[in-house]
C-alpha cells in the first residue's frame, strides 16, 4: 500500500537545515522483528517529481528499541529501491548497535538521487533474531547545482547470481579446494557521453572462529581491474571503531573489523575509474577477492580445530552458529555513470554475459553463442559509436542462441553487439572490416 508523507519545504532555517531544503518521511517506527516475520519492511512512499533543484541527498536513520526490546547483537541492515521488475538497488546499509538500544546515522546517498523521484518502494532490512527494532527513515533533498545532471546506476555483483548459484549477499569463501570464490567479470558498455563513471563497492566481512578469524576480523586487500589491469586495491578494514560516537556499547565494540563497526553507518567506497574506460566502448570489469583457504571448515580434509580455527578448541570444524560461523562477504557493488547530457540506457548486466561472437573482426557475417540460465525471448541490437541502434532483430524463447547475423549492408568500423533479456543486457564489441 502506498504511504502518505508530508513534504516539508522550509522557507527558513530551522533544524539545521537550510532555506530550500526538502525533507520526505518515509518509515516511521517501523517494527523490524524476525519472530512475528517482519525483519524486513517493504512501502512506497511519494518522493518529489523533479529533483533538479537539489545537489544532495542524504538518508537520516534513526534506530531505536520497539516494545519487547532490541536485539542485544550487532546486526547487519540495509536500504534498497525496489525496481518494477522486482529486483532491487542498495543504497545504504548499517550495523546495529551492540547492546544499547538508541543511535541514527546519516548516509550520502546523492548518487541514487534519479531514482528517488516520484513514487518509490523501499526496502528496508534487519537481520535480527531476538528481540527487535524500529526504524525511522528520512531523506533530506539539498538544494544546489548539481555536479551532473544526469546519473545512472547499475548492478554489477548483487543479490542472487543464478549463473553461478551464488548470493553474493550471502556469499561464503575459504572452500577454495572445491569451490572457486573468483566472481564473474562484467562487460559494460559505457556510454558516449559518459563524464565520469565510479565503481562503487559496498561489502562487509561476517562470521568469526575461522582461519584467521576470517571474515568479520581478517583484514583484506580486494583489487578492482579494468580490461584485466589492476586500477584500484580496496582495503576493507575499519580499525576506528573505538572512536565511534555511538557508544560505550557492550562486548568487543571496540575491535576493528572487515569494512564495518557495531552502530554504525557503512559508507560505501567510491572508486573513479575514469581515466581507465573509453566512452562509447565496452569495458571489462573485475572485483578479485582476496585469497583465503578456511582451513577450519567442515570441508576442509583433517581439520584440527586447535592449529586452524581461530578460537581452537574452544570450537568444532564445523559451524554452530555462535563462535564458529561461516566467512562470507555481504556485497553490493554497482557503477555509476555520470554525465550533464542525458545518458543511454544503463541495464543491470546479465548473469550469462559471457557469450561468444565469431568471427570477429569479420567482413559482415558474425555467429552468435549463447546459453541462457532459462528459455527466455532475446533482442539482438547493434548500435554504433554514436549511440545510435542501427540493426535490431528478435528471437523466439530459447534457452540456447546460436544465430549468424548479416551485417555487410552496415559501413565498416565498431560497433556494439547487445543482447536483451529481461534478465538484462550484456555487449560485445564487433569490428565490421
Given at each position: 500500500m502506498k504511504q502518505i508523507f508530508t513534504l516539508i519545504t522550509f522557507l527558513f532555517i530551522t533544524y539545521g537545515l537550510s532555506a530550500q531544503n526538502m525533507m520526505v518521511n518515509t518509515f516511521a517506527n517501523a517494527v523490524h522483528n524476525a519472530s512475528v516475520g517482519t525483519s524486513a519492511q517493504s512501502a512506497t512512499f511519494s518522493f518529489p517529481a523533479d529533483v533538479s533543484a537539489y545537489n544532495q541527498v542524504l538518508m537520516h536513520i534513526d534506530l531505536n528499541c520497539p516494545p519487547g526490546g532490541c536485539d542485544p547483537w550487532d546486526r547487519y541492515a540495509n536500504i534498497a529501491i525496489v525496481k518494477a521488475d522486482g529486483s532491487t538497488v542498495e543504497i545504504g546499509r548499517y550495523i546495529t548497535p551492540y547492546g544499547i538500544g538508541t543511535c541514527g546515522w546519516t548516509l550520502d546517498v546523492s548518487d541514487y538521487r534519479e531514482m528517488l523521484t516520484g513514487d518509490v518502494t523501499l526496502r528496508s532490512g534487519i537481520e535480527t533474531f531476538s528481540g527487535g527494532w524500529s526504524l525511522n527513515l528520512d531523506f533530506e533533498f539539498v538544494e544546489g547545482t548539481q555536479d551532473y545532471t544526469h546519473i545512472n546506476v547499475q548492478n554489477l555483483w548483487h543479490g542472487f547470481d543464478s549463473g553461478t548459484n551464488r548470493n553474493y549477499s550471502n556469499y561464503q569463501v575459504g572452500d577454495t579446494l572445491w569451490t572457486s570464490d573468483n566472481l564473474?567479470?562484467?562487460n559494460v558498455l559505457i556510454p558516449a557521453n559518459a563524464e565520469q563513471v565510479i565503481f562503487k563497492v559496498s561489502n562487509t566481512g561476517h562470521g568469526q572462529g575461522n582461519t584467521l578469524n576470517a571474515a568479520e576480523f581478517r583484514p583484506v586487500n580486494h583489487v578492482i581491474k579494468v580490461d584485466g589491469q589492476t586500477v584500484h586495491t580496496h582495503d576493507m578494514w575499519k580499525d576506528d571503531c573505538n572512536q565511534n560516537p555511538c557508544s560505550p556499547q557492550n562486548g568487543n565494540w571496540e575491535f576493528g573489523r572487515a569494512g564495518w563497526c557495531p552502530g554504525q553507518e557503512v559508507a560505501a567506497v567510491n572508486f573513479d575509474i575514469?581515466?581507465?574506460?573509453?566512452?562509447?566502448?565496452?569495458?571489462?570489469?573485475?572485483?578479485?577477492?582476496?585469497?583465503?583457504?578456511?582451513?577450519?571448515?567442515?570441508l576442509y580434509p583433517d581439520c584440527n580445530p586447535a592449529t586452524d580455527c581461530a578460537f581452537g578448541t574452544q570450537i568444532q570444524c564445523g559451524y554452530d552458529g555462535q563462535l564458529h560461523t561461516a566467512p562470507h562477504y555481504k556485497m553490493a557493488i554497482q557503477l555509476i555513470i555520470k554525465s550533464n547530457s542525458p545518458l543511454t540506457s544503463v541495464n543491470d548486466v546479465a548473469n550469462w554475459a559471457d557469450f561468444s561472437v565469431f568471427p570477429n573482426p569479420s567482413n559482415g557475417h558474425f555467429n552468435i553463442n549463447v546459453t541462457f540460465d532459462a528459455s527466455q525471448q532475446a533482442t539482438i541490437n547493434i548500435i554504433d559509436t554514436a549511440g545510435k541502434n542501427v540493426f535490431q532483430q528478435h528471437f523466439s524463447p530459447t534457452l540456447h542462441l546460436k544465430e549468424q547475423l548479416n551485417l555487410s549492408q552496415l559501413a565498416s568500423g565498431i560497433y556494439f553487439l547487445e543482447i536483451q533479456t529481461n534478465e538484462g543486457k550484456a555487449f560485445k564489441k564487433v569490428i565490421l572490416n
Open positions: 564473474p567479470d562484467r575514469t581515466e581507465h574506460i573509453t566512452p562509447g566502448e565496452s569495458a571489462t570489469l573485475d572485483y578479485v577477492l582476496d585469497p583465503y583457504l578456511n582451513k577450519c571448515s567442515p
